[in-house]
């Protein structure tokens, strides 16, 4: 068995964090040895756990027009690998669902990402796994890591969470989808195209 295929049946079966899971364990993830285009996110919530594919929720609809990609190409793990900060719902606080899980990325980001080298885009998603992909300073605000986008681009794009809780985030910072989005569908599209044109398999 190649490696990412044996690494995802590991991370499939990782039962880790059980204990404080209260949905029991269920991994969701997708990933594909070809795929050009990282979703690095959160955590799954309780609809994503139910169904077993990332992003199957009202976040998932917005962040599939963030980047003008249609379901068919979102899913397709040749194309676009999603990997969640935590594999599993970690369950809900006071405020939302509470943060991924920690023993999480310790024990499995860096192989997994090791297992995709051919990825050219990388749509960083809140505040977790901005802290992970693009390190920085005590103290900034996931507002000045997105605003700072240019700085990483096209390599990594810094994205606020897509949840209809960030709604009053998004009228407080038009520049979001008037500047950054048209960019972003830009260069998804072009990596998307590259990818069909070499003709990878996964």
Not at 33 to 47: D, E, F, V, W
Not at 91 to 117: H, K, N, V, Y
Request: hydrophobic share 40%.
């Amino acid at each position: 068995m190649s490696t990412l295929p044996k690494l995802l049946t590991e991370i499939r079966a990782c039962r880790l964090c059980e204990a404080h899971l209260p949905l029991g364990p269920r991994p969701v993830l997708q990933a594909g040895a070809s795929a050009r285009i990282l979703i690095a996110s959160q955590a799954p919530g309780r609809k994503v756990h139910a169904s077993g594919l990332p992003f199957t929720d009202a976040s998932g609809d917005r962040l599939r027009d963030w980047l003008g990609m249609p379901p068919a190409v979102f899913y397709d793990a040749s194309q676009v690998a999603i990997a969640p900060m935590g594999f599993c719902y970690p369950g809900t606080g006071r405020s939302g669902d509470l943060p991924p899980r920690p023993e999480c990325a310790p024990q499995w980001r860096a192989p997994l990402l090791q297992a995709l080298p051919h990825v050219q885009l990388t749509l960083v998603i809140g505040q977790y796994a901005l802290d992970y992909h693009l390190p920085g300073p005590r103290g900034r605000s996931l507002t000045q890591v997105v605003q700072a986008w240019r700085s990483h681009w096209p390599a990594v794009v810094p994205l606020p969470h897509p949840s209809p809780r960030n709604n009053r985030w998004l009228r407080n910072n038009p520049w979001f989808e008037a500047e950054l989005l048209p960019e972003l569908r830009l260069r998804v599209a072009a990596v998307l195209a590259q990818k069909s044109i070499d003709g990878d398999t996964p």
